[in-house]
């Protein structure tokens, strides 16, 4: 039809079609909105789409800023493109920020919340919510700030009423994120991006995604996985009320973490109950916090921390690539980076499980009784305050017991085959098991096992055992026992009753006291030796039916017998020399360790003489080896006759003693004559000994001077061209200091010997 000259033209409405549709401007859309082309409105009771209520809205906004607030009913709105606020209002709402920075704000009601790209704020509200932020640095917040813990905790608080009436799944996407929730059981996902996750709550699941995310579980027995990048993990309740130790706790099982800190240089904190924690790959730092946690370090350097409980701690790989520094070879070669894997370990208080792996590990087991196992290379253990077992693995460990009763390995424990165990003489790697152990205070049993261990007992009862090779056992305070093994030990008693074995080998006994008993066994290279440098004035009384065995006699200061000791099975005895040797002067006997310039001693030509000078020289083992014509040679008691000397005693191979007899002046024209000691040593009782180590002391007057030492005539100290030229330059600088003249050839000669010396063929005339 056709029509002119009409100026009103009436007509039926368009027809409603479900949405309310907004414009290409910056709309308000909400009950007084009336900008829909088909009269569509807000909380009308309209709707017309099949199966919505009268007031399920459907919004397009569109383009623009857009404000759109849906009202009641199951709304389901999309801002479309602009920086939108959304807001759904009761009900169940589907709310799509679109593109922009938006506002989404689901109110009560199980809401679904997806805020599209752009950097978006999406606020839950009451109700189980499901929130995907999308792309860009959101900030979601799903927390209703209603509704209590679902576990309750007498005096603390109630259990929640509806433990699934606020759970919330959140996908916050990519991008730096900010995600809290808050009652009952969420799962969030924290995607790409530096996230910053408080999931509240209950029994929540976290998944973290790559990059540095921080994540706090909160109350309740969350998992949580950190994923790749550098994490901040609280995974549980840090302090406060309701951070309460297992013992005394209410609620032992509403805060049981589980977390996997994924790759990464990663931090977790368990906190209250009982956790476990794998640090995976990645420098970590791993605090159980109190009660008993499982913490897995996995590879990297990590630190440790069990915190109160009774932990298990296992800061190893696990695999074969956990390999010895040094290698051994034939079986694996050397580790190529001995300091990936150096891991610190604090148990903290309660009987803690310890275990590390490669590379040099220390270790704290802390209060209570460990057990730990420090794996392979060069550890440092200590096992602190608790009856501990210590094994130290492979390595060179150094392995402080602590207090109490403790049990210690220095190398693999007793599950290990003897095989492994070798001596040097055949041992590919002698120095992959060189362990220092201190066992503290306690009645502690330790073993130093394969290589050359140094161990001390220290306080209380000891059982100590060394093991193969050349070990050297301190037993310390108390009545201790200790078996040098296999090798050549060194052993000493230390204070209390001891009771000393030495094993296989050629083993030193030193550091004796009344009431100890020595035993050098017969097994292997034998020759053993009792030391008893330092052990002040005594008898030996040997066994008339075998010399290896016998008892030596302490003795006061007036002879008579304080306290005895045993030994069998002894090929050599050192007596006390120096410290020891009495030198006879006007005030009586002196330790010629005690003298010094200016005292005056009794000579046999001269009288009363005053000493110039002091020297001392002293000689390790290794130094004895070096040179063994440099051997000190042991003058029995009685052996140059008369009863003289009056006591044992050991001097330097050229040091000189009077003989007179009556070969002397047969032979001589000489009454008595000097000797060396070397030169005797064919006579009986007279013979060059090993030593663990000598201190040569010699004492010079103005003139060369026959002293008594320990009773026999012996020579004072005569400087010769070869025996200075031998000295070190500072005693020889004394010496020129005090005597000027012995810097000449003619000094030398006119500080002449005291008496006729017997070169060793006409010594050896005495002899006959």
């Known amino acids: 039809m056709t029509f002119t000259n009409i100026e009103n033209v009436l007509c039926d409405p368009k027809p409603l079609d479900g949405y309310v549709d907004g414009t290409t401007g910056n709309d308000l859309i909400d009950t007084n909105y009336t900008g829909d082309p088909q009269g569509d409105k807000i909380d009308a009771n309209d709707a017309i789409i099949g199966g919505a209520g009268p007031n399920d809205d459907y919004v397009r906004a569109g383009e623009g800023d857009d404000t759109v607030r849906s009202g009641v009913g199951n709304d389901l709105v999309f801002g479309g493109n602009g920086n939108d606020s959304l807001d759904g209002g009761d009900g169940n709402d589907t709310l799509n920020g679109d593109d922009g920075n938006d506002k989404l704000y689901g109110g009560a009601g199980n809401d679904s919340l997806d805020g599209g790209k752009g950097d978006d704020l999406i ?44 759970k919330d799944v959140v996908d916050a996407g990519a991008g730096d994120d900010t995600v809290i929730t808050g009652d009952d059981a969420d799962s969030v996902t924290g995607g ?161 499980n310890i275990k590390t ?83 503290g205070d306690g009645n502690d049993t330790l073993y130093g096992m394969d290589d050359k261990d140094t161990i001390f007992g220290d306080a209380d009862n000891d059982v100590i055992y060394g093991g193969i090779d050349d070990d050297e056992i301190h037993g310390g305070t108390g009545n201790d026992n200790a078996s040098g093994d296999q090798g050549n030990d060194t052993l000493f008693g230390d204070a209390g009753n001891d009771t000393l074995s030495g094993g296989d080998d050629r083993d030193v006994f030193k550091a004796l006291g009344a009431g100890d008993a020595v035993d050098g066994n017969e097994g292997g290279n034998d020759f053993d030796t009792l030391d008893l440098t330092g052990a002040g004035r005594y008898k030996i009384v040997y066994d008339p039916t075998n010399a290896e065995n016998g008892t030596v006699n302490f003795l006061d200061a007036a002879g008579a017998v304080t306290g005895s000791m045993t030994f ?88 000189r003693l009077l003989v ?79 005597f000027p003249e012995l810097k000449t050839e003619a000094g030398i000669e006119n500080y002449q010997s005291a008496r006729k010396t017997l070169k060793r063929h006409e010594a050896a005339l005495l002899m006959r």
């Open 568 to 655: 069998k099975n002894i090929e050599n005895v050192i007596p006390c020399f120096t410290p020891g040797t009495l030198i006879a002067t006007p005030r009586g006997e002196v330790a010629v360790e005690s003298l010094k310039p200016g005292d005056r001693i009794i000579t046999r030509d001269n009288g009363m003489q005053e000493i110039a000078w002091v020297g001392r020289k002293d000689l390790t083992w290794g130094d004895l080896m070096a040179a063994p014509h440099l051997k000190p040679v042991l003058v029995r008691q009685g052996s140059l006759g008369n009863g003289l000397p009056e006591r044992d005693m050991l001097v330097s191979p050229n040091h």
């Open 192 to 352: 790409t991006g530096r996230d910053n996750i408080d999931v509240g709550n209950d029994k929540d699941t976290v998944s973290a995604g790559d990059d540095n995310d921080t994540v706090t579980g909160g109350e309740g027995s969350d998992s949580i996985d950190g994923g790749r990048g550098d994490d901040l993990i609280t995974a549980g309740i840090i302090g406060g009320s309701a951070s309460i130790p297992d013992a005394t706790d209410p609620a032992t099982d509403n805060d049981r973490d589980i977390v996997t800190a994924g790759e990464g240089n990663d931090t977790v904190f368990g906190g209250d109950d009982r956790d476990t924690i794998y640090g995976d790959a990645g420098n970590d730092v791993l605090d159980g916090g109190i009660d008993d946690d499982s913490l897995f370090g996995g590879d990297g350097r990590d630190s440790v921390l069990g915190g109160d409980g009774n932990d298990v701690i296992d800061s190893s790989t696990g695999d074969l690539s956990q390999r010895p520094d040094i290698g051994y070879p034939g079986l694996y070669p050397a580790d190529a980076d001995v300091n990936n894997d150096k891991d610190t370990v604090y148990g903290g208080a309660g009987d803690d």
């Open 357 to 439: 792996g490669d590379d040099a590990d220390l270790v704290y087991g802390g209060e209570g009784r460990d057990s730990i196992d420090a794996g392979v290379d060069n550890d440092t253990v200590f096992g602190d305050a608790g009856n501990d077992t210590i094994i130290g693995g492979e390595g060179s460990d150094v392995i402080d017991a602590g207090a109490n009763d403790d049990l210690v390995y220095g190398g693999y424990g007793p599950g290990v085959p003897d095989a492994v165990n070798i001596p040097d003489a055949t041992d590919a790697a002698p120095n992959n098991g060189l362990d220092l152990i201190k066992g």
């Open 123 to 166: 606020t839950g509200g009451a109700g189980r919510d499901t929130v995907s932020g999308g792309d860009g640095n959101d900030v979601i917040d799903t927390a209703s700030g209603t509704g209590s813990p679902d576990i309750a905790v007498p005096g603390v608080n109630g259990a929640d009423a509806d433990p699934d009436d606020d």
């Open 660 to 738: 007179a007899n009556d070969r002397t002046a047969l032979y001589f024209d000489e009454h008595e004559v000097l000797v060396a000691a070397k030169h005797l040593t064919s006579a009986k009782g007279v013979h060059s000994v090993d030593a663990a180590g000598v201190s040569y002391i010699h004492f010079m007057c103005a003139r060369h001077e026959v002293v008594l030492s320990n009773g026999a005539w012996t020579e004072t100290f005569q400087p010769g061209d070869q025996t200075l030229r031998g000295m070190g330059n500072a005693q020889r600088s004394e010496i020129f200091e005090l």
